[in-house]
């Protein structure tokens, strides 16, 4: 508030739980009736296979269906809002992911690679899509990379894991630059009326071939509705 003159409210939330999304999104609702920028960023990386209490892996549910479900949950008042922009913080570790739907929540084998890599694709397909479906309302929808940024990302994966995040945060985007392309999709001009773009350093770029399959988005999106019991 200090630096940008404009009061800060907090709500405090498990964004990995269903519960604690919709208590998320209930709270918001009943405190606002505008919402002109919605940012979904929070995310993790988790080096051992953990579910949820929803039985979901915790990659998976914390990456992908936090997003679904709270922009789906408060898209009714970013409507109302329009125009409104959504922006999606996905990463570059989507390019050579893919989206195994037999293993899903790594039930079969998992590894922290390839599951960061797979909700990191959810999450540009989930953005496309959910572009494509509001085509007309006044409400954007673009994906982002924010770069390898030194956030604290990741450093709930023990000694070894921060050790190394350590040697390599010498060498990586300190915050405040690696939220510049939030910040530009959420305010410029420049983007007013773009939407199921995929962003990096604040230029449209591409995002990888499979992120552009309509069938896996609408097959993704499908199988989201149903793991959080959102109804269309």
């Known amino acids: 508030m200090n630096e940008t003159g404009n009061p800060v409210e907090f709500i405090t939330a498990d964004l990995s739980t269903l519960a604690g999304i919709m208590q998320a999104a209930a709270i918001f609702k009943q405190r606002h009736t505008r919402l002109h920028v919605l940012v ?3 995310g993790g990386m988790f080096a051992r296979r953990q579910l949820t209490s929803d039985g979901y892996e915790m990659t998976f549910a914390l990456n ?28 570059g570790a989507h390019v050579g992911a893919s989206i195994d739907f037999d ?7 998992f ?4 599951s960061y890599g797979q909700s990191k694709l959810a999450n540009v397909l989930f953005t496309y899509e959910l572009a494509r479906r509001l085509e007309g309302t006044g409400v954007t929808a673009n994906a982002m990379h924010p770069g390898f940024t030194a956030t604290g990302f990741a450093r709930n994966n023990g000694v070894l ?4 995040l350590k040697v390599i945060g010498l060498f990586i985007r300190k915050a405040d630059q690696g939220a510049q392309t939030i910040i530009f999709l959420a305010s410029s ?3 007013e009326g773009i ?12 995002s990888s071939p499979l992120s552009h399959d309509q069938v896996l ?16």
Request: proline letters at 3%; hydrophobic letters at 45%.
């Open 111 to 114: 590894t922290f690679m390839q």
């Open 64 to 91: 992908q269906l936090n997003y679904f479900l709270l922009t789906n949950l408060l898209l009714d008042v970013l409507k109302a809002s329009a125009p409104a922009r959504i922006i999606c913080v996905s990463s």
């Open 195 to 206: 939407s199921g773009k995929y962003f990096m350093d604040g230029k449209a770029v591409d």
């Open 40 to 42: 979904n960023n929070a």
């Open 217 to 232: 988005a609408k097959k993704l999106w499908q199988v989201s509705l149903e793991l959080t019991g959102k109804a269309e």
């Open 103 to 109: 293993n899903l929540q790594g039930e079969k084998h």
């Open 189 to 191: 001009p420049e983007v």
């Open 161 to 164: 894991f921060n050790f190394g």
